[in-house]
């Protein structure tokens, strides 16, 4: 499955500075995988243990990261999404697979309680792949940590991360219960030159321009740099300079 046929959009910092205002490692285009990113953000905005969008890669065995699914609530062998299950956040078909936050790859996932919540396998398999990419790319460069944010927020099926309200809807699991936390941070959200709306718990530096894979719904200017770059495993891949633009009210979508 190639990066192009993937429902994601990563975003990788074209030049060198502090790690803060820079763009996000990895932004999920909610559009195509809307209950995992209703999943992360619940979980950093609305758990209880919260949890952070910047993440680390501890590169953990098997064994560990069956013990984190397990304490996540997606443990292997007992899966609560099966059809034949019942339970705290069980939905119908086609929700019959779990993923939790964060993810049993990085040692955040020691930090308390993971949130999970019932998604489409197809869904599942995506964002797994994607990770994996974004986990090979990140071993062989010899880093640990990344950053993550939310684009196409307003997509049919997203909630949580247009900062609506935290209001459990149902399917949000964290320590085997559906709880609502009354406090709840919220995303910054920032327009970029291509017209996208990200949605970041970090604070970005305005101008910051970085490199990313073009995508055919950019709103790009006749001055905005587009050029093809050659990956070894996708073949050749378009690319844009784009640039975090503006801030934008923390209610842009309610206002």
């Known amino acids: 499955m190639s990066a192009r046929t993937l429902t994601f959009l990563v975003c990788l910092a074209s030049f060198a500075g502090q790690a803060l205002g820079s763009p996000p490692d990895i932004t999920f285009l909610c559009d195509k995988t809307p209950q995992i990113c ?37 443990g292997v062998g007992h899966n609560p999404c099966g059809v034949s299950r ?4 069980h939905r119908k078909a086609p929700f019959d697979s779990c993923h939790e936050y964060p993810p049993a790859s990085t040692k955040e996932a020691d ?14 398999v ?7 990419q974004l986990q090979d790319k990140w071993k ?5 940590t ?9 997509a049919e099926g997203v909630r949580y991360c247009d900062n609506d309200s935290c209001g459990n809807d149902g399917f949000e699991v964290q320590d ?26 970090e604070e970005l530096e305005i101008p910051t321009f970085y490199k990313r894979e073009h995508y055919r719904y950019d709103k790009l200017d006749d001055d905005v740099p587009v050029w093809m770059e050659n990956d070894d495993e996708h073949g050749d891949v378009r690319m844009i300079e784009d640039m975090v633009l ?10």
Request: proline share 5%; hydrophobic share 35%; charged share 20%.
């Open 176 to 201: 085997q219960t559906v709880t609502s936390r009354k406090t709840m941070p919220l995303f910054k959200l920032y327009l970029t030159r291509a017209r996208m709306i990200i949605a970041s718990m």
């Open 86 to 89: 019942t339970g705290p956040g």
């Open 146 to 154: 990344f950053s993550i944010a939310f684009a196409n927020l307003d």
């Open 111 to 124: 930090d308390g309680p993971q949130v999970s919540r019932c998604v489409s396998t197809a869904e599942k």
């Open 246 to 255: 503006d801030e934008l009210p923390w209610n842009y979508f309610y206002g």
């Open 38 to 74: 209703t999943n992360m953000c619940w979980a950093i905005r609305c758990g209880e243990p919260s949890f952070n969008s910047t993440l680390t890669f501890d590169w953990p065995s098997a064994e560990t990261k069956d013990v984190r699914r397990s304490r996540g609530g997606c």
């Open 126 to 132: 995506a964002h797994a792949v994607m990770m994996g």
């Open 140 to 144: 062989r460069e010899n880093k640990t």
